[in-house]
């Protein structure tokens, strides 16, 4: 990312993060801005907000989210995070570490606007934008590159130039939905296992994979979201509208199936959610282990939940299902394991 500024510690991509919070048990920030919002920035803003970051505001240079509908609901709308459509980072302040960032409004052109520039404190930036195939095997076998896709060249069958090589996922191009990468290799797996037990064939002609366009996630200006809900059912994320008759019962549109109008009734009347988060862990293998509400829980009760979480640490081992807290924030609801920590030498962070 050509992202003027010092390269001070505190700039991390998406993905970096997520395995330093998710696997490794450590923060790399406590207030953060995240450059990009596909549903990976969307997704980690929501991660940062869980484990006690402040995520200051998601910036996206288009007019547009990328992202899932739902996933604006759940990651930003949820815990009161901005997105700013139009928006980039334009500078980076700090030098041993970042002290924050100018975030600046784009043109159509997608040029800065001068006299828009917005100084954000922040120790933190994600950078969820600029993603590129993980190359590193293809151009070490020595495939030839697609200048379009990033990713290696390939035929109708999903073979590189090198013969005896295919490719596929996150490999062959970036892929939004895992749903897609998981097609996408089945394919490759029956066309490699064709070419092991029948022998190889005359390469053929070069065919650019098909890519999905980018969802144009658009929500509509000044939404009020006392009357107007996105549901979070499925990934359609329906705009359903809520009003209020007289006699007090609710007349819901927008929904395009019952379990729509479900969740819109739930959302005005008691809005839950179900947590995820992890837990600290002394004395096993692992630092954390993840773990998740057991049921739903009041939506204003997702803050105190996970102060609660915060405070615990667990003893190792550590078996999923156990369960690590009961009657979290006075809702009657367990929080659980949902994976293993067997007993190990390292220390919990």
Not at 17 to 42: H, K
Not at 45 to 65: C, D, F, N, W
Not at 235 to 247: Q, R, W, Y
């Amino acid at each position: 990312m050509n992202i003027p500024g010092t390269r001070p510690a505190g700039v991390y991509s998406a993905g970096t993060a997520q395995r330093y919070v998710n696997i490794e048990g450590r923060m790399p920030g406590r207030e953060v801005v995240v450059l990009g919002s596909g549903d990976i920035g969307l997704i980690m803003a929501r991660r940062m907000t869980l484990q006690g970051a402040k995520v200051k505001l998601v910036a996206e240079i288009m007019p547009y989210s990328g992202g899932l509908k739902r996933n604006i609901v759940q990651c930003l709308d949820d815990f009161g995070i901005p997105l700013k459509l139009n928006h980039t980072v334009t500078q980076i302040h700090g030098k041993e570490r970042v002290e924050g960032v100018t975030v600046s409004k784009v043109d159509e052109k997608l040029n800065p606007i001068p006299g828009t520039e917005e100084f954000v404190k922040c120790d933190t930036l994600l950078l969820s934008c600029g993603l590129i195939p993980e190359n590193e095997l293809s151009q070490g076998a020595g495939a030839q590159m697609d200048d379009t896709t990033a990713g290696p060249v390939v035929n109708a069958k999903l073979e590189t130039t090198v013969k005896g090589i295919f490719a596929c996922g996150n490999v062959l191009h970036v892929h939004d939905l895992v749903d897609n990468v998981s097609i996408e290799a089945e394919k490759a797996g029956e066309f490699a296992a064709d070419y092991i037990l029948n022998g190889e064939e005359d390469w053929g002609e070069a065919v650019r994979p098909k890519i999905p366009e980018k969802s144009k996630c658009t929500l509509p200006e000044g939404r009020d979201a006392g009357s107007q809900i996105i549901c979070i059912g499925c990934p359609v994320g329906c705009l359903i509208t809520v009003n209020k008759k007289e006699d007090g019962t609710l007349e819901i549109t927008g929904n395009t199936c019952k379990k729509g109008e479900a969740y819109a009734r739930n959302e005005v009347t008691a809005p839950v959610r179900a947590v995820t988060s992890l837990i600290r862990v002394k004395g096993g293998s692992g630092r954390v282990v993840p773990v998740k509400t057991a049921g739903e829980i009041p939506k204003g009760k997702i803050g105190q939940c996970l102060e609660e979480i915060g405070a615990v640490v667990a003893n190792a081992p550590v078996k999923t299902g156990d369960v690590l807290i009961q009657n979290v924030a006075g809702t009657s609801v367990s929080v659980v394991a949902t994976g293993n920590i067997p007993v190990g030498n390292i220390p919990a962070v």
